[in-house]
């Protein structure tokens, strides 16, 4: 069975200072990864998604994925962090079951941007 | 472009009563989901529908959760009787169609919480 797997329940970064969050995978086959944003009382958010070709995927608001499959990990990053990405963070991986493409989610990394 | 429609909000009942959440997708979109997220988890799929078919409704629970999507388009979930337990954001989502490349888009989500 396909899943994924965030091992940090909280990620603090300073403003400006670089950020990565964990994510890892189980899969057969080759992976169909996503990361979403979900900001409070908000729904998730897309972010990027990795489905094949270069492992550094580019998405939105700043925010980059790097792929590595000798290590099963997608983790996510951005050079600068702001304090308005603060929220939380989900990792995903498409199911490819019966289900033809349900995503299953990480259980979500809080990040918190100080100033 | 309107995002995925939901309601209410926040909806706010006694165990053993009933309650029903809509949800309007995407315009155009047949894929639509339902996911169940429980505070400090990520979203568990409930149900699937491509147009007005169940795809997968493996981890509904069929004795108290049911869902349906007339002509294809806006859906409801409906629990029958409330459980404790089902106090989570109730979220749909939509994508244009069943793929394993297809990121898919969320509505804000109804929070309940059963009392």
């Known amino acids: 069975a396909q899943s994924v797997a965030q091992p940090e329940d909280q990620v603090n970064v300073a403003e400006g200072n670089p950020l990565t969050v964990k994510c890892t995978y189980s899969?057969?086959?080759?992976?169909?990864l996503f990361w979403y944003v979900q900001y409070p009382n908000r729904g998730l958010q897309f972010l990027l998604k990795?489905?094949?070709?270069?492992?550094l995927v580019k998405g939105s608001y700043g925010f980059e994925a790097e792929f590595n499959k000798s290590q099963t990990s997608f983790h996510l990053k951005k050079p600068s962090a702001l304090v308005s990405d603060s929220a939380l963070y989900f990792c995903?991986?498409?199911?490819?079951?019966?289900?033809?493409?349900?995503?299953?989610f990480g259980k979500g990394t809080k990040l918190s941007v100080k100033p | 472009e309107a995002g995925v429609a939901q309601s209410p909000r926040y909806k706010i009942i006694e165990k053993r009563q009933s309650v029903a959440f809509w949800c309007n997708p995407i315009?155009?979109?047949?894929?639509l989901y339902w996911y169940q997220q429980i505070l400090g988890q990520g979203p568990k799929l409930l149900i699937q529908?491509?147009?007005?078919?169940?795809?997968?409704d493996s981890q509904l629970p069929k004795d108290r959760f049911s869902a349906e999507r007339l002509k294809g388009v806006d859906s409801t979930l409906k629990i029958q009787p409330a459980k404790l337990e089902d106090s989570a954001v109730y979220l749909c989502?939509?994508?244009?169609?069943?793929?394993?490349?297809?990121?898919?888009?969320f509505g804000q989500g109804t929070r309940l919480t059963v009392v």
């Open positions: 989502a939509s994508s244009p169609r069943t793929g394993m490349n297809t990121e898919a888009f």
């Open positions: 990795y489905i094949t070709g270069d492992n």
């Open positions: 315009s155009g979109h047949a894929t």
């Open positions: 529908f491509q147009n007005n078919g169940v795809v997968d």
């Open positions: 899969v057969s086959g080759n992976p169909y």
């Open positions: 995903a991986v498409r199911d490819k079951g019966g289900s033809q493409g349900n995503l299953i």
